[in-house]
């Protein structure tokens, strides 16, 4: 093995630069050549590839999103799009692939090795998605992002008297739900992981008010529903002086943590160690503080399953 490439695909996350600089530090340390592909899938397809050196990733580490670019082409996945993937990664002499990016990025990756080529994907999503790791690089990012903003919220839900209804990002997941509500100090924290009664919850509401809670704070997980809709119901059952708030992208941006940052350099370098020792159609993953690696077509056998001993523990310091 001689080249490597390296893309990002899907949403973008903070920590895909220091990844980046990860995969492409220890390649060239090992006497690879590193080739970065622009805008994914799509640049892959189109040929946007171009050799990067170890300068090209310095003063990188600290930056959000990814300066390799990212892109949704649902193109990828036909065949031909593949084909013409692999025709361009052989045309530049490329004999292995690392992939940053959410699911949607694995299958594109797990495509690639079923057609013989070899492939590494990288979890790189706000979302913390994915099977088989722990934590996705930019997960702490995002959570940190929101937390910072409920902070904020409690001041002046507390000088007012109101009820914030937050929402945050996750897609189908839980978890920033989760972490962001602890760390948030919500009193409520609605997931799709976990059932939940609107009634039940203004009832909540209705007795904490009462009580002098001046300061209610309600995370609501994106694949719930939308927060102003949780609204409307929750205003069915009385007046709490409620407020809608949604987080949205700015849960995307911003320097990545010290933790996404460490996150993305460990799984980097592992990733091309991976590749040294002829290893490919892999999934990288942190689990119990530990590097691992599974088969990538084992990722879409299982589900990921959110922490919801986070909900229980929520629960119980606001009873
Ligand atoms: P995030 O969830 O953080 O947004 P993601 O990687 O899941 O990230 P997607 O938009 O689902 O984001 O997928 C990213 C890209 O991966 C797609 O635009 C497409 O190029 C490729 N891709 C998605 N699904 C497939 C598939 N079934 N086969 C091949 N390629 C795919």
């Known amino acids: 093995m001689k080249r490597i490439g390296i893309l990002t695909s899907g949403g973008d ?25 622009n805008y994914g899938y799509a640049g892959l397809v ?12 310095s003063d990188r ?9 990212s892109a949704r082409y649902p193109e990828f996945a036909n065949v ?10 052989k045309k530049f002499g490329i004999d292995a692939l690392v992939v940053i990016g959410g699911d949607g990025s694995y299958h594109g990756a797990l495509r690639l090795t079923e057609h013989g080529y070899n492939a590494i994907g990288l979890p790189g999503t706000i979302d ?40 945050v990002m996750g897609r189908g997941a839980g978890d ?12 409520k924290i609605i997931v799709p992981e976990h059932d939940f009664d609107i009634k039940e919850i203004a009832e909540e509401v209705k007795v904490g008010r009462e009580h002098g809670n001046k300061n209610m704070i309600i995370v609501l997980a ?43 350099s ?23 503080n530990k590097l691992t690696s599974h088969d990538i077509l084992d990722l879409f056998d299982s589900k990921h399953k959110p922490d919801l001993s986070l909900y229980d523990l929520n629960e119980s310091l606001n009873r």
């Not at 946007?48 to 090209?56: A, Y």
């Not at 580490?61 to 670019?69: K, N, S, V």
């Not at 460990?266 to 689990?287: C, H, N, Q, S, T």
């Open 13 to 37: 996350a903070p920590g895909m630069n220091a990844a980046i600089r990860a995969v492409t530090r220890r390649a060239i340390d090992n006497g690879l050549e590193v080739f970065g592909i």
């Open 46 to 57: 189109a040929g946007d590839i171009f050799p990067l050196t170890s300068d090209d990733v």
């Open 61 to 69: 580490i600290q930056r959000g999103g990814t300066f390799l670019y």
């Open 80 to 89: 031909e799009g593949q084909l013409k993937g692999i025709e361009q990664l």
């Open 128 to 167: 913390n998605d994915i099977p088989f790791t722990d934590f996705t690089i930019g997960f702490d990012t995002a959570v940190s992002t929101a937390v910072d903003a409920i902070d904020k919220l409690h001041d002046t839900a507390s000088s007012h008297g109101r009820t914030f209804i937050v929402e």
């Open 176 to 187: 920033v739900a989760l972490w962001a509500g602890v760390a948030g100090g919500a009193q």
């Open 222 to 264: 994106e694949g719930v529903m939308h927060a102003g809709d949780f609204k409307k119901e929750l205003d069915k059952y009385g007046d709490f002086d409620s407020r809608a708030t949604v987080l949205g992208h700015i849960q995307r941006g911003g320097s990545p943590t010290v933790q996404d940052r460490v996150l993305a």
């Open 266 to 288: 460990k799984m980097g370098a592992y990733a091309v160690d991976l590749l040294l020792d002829g290893k490919g159609g892999l999934a990288v993953g942190i689990e119990n």
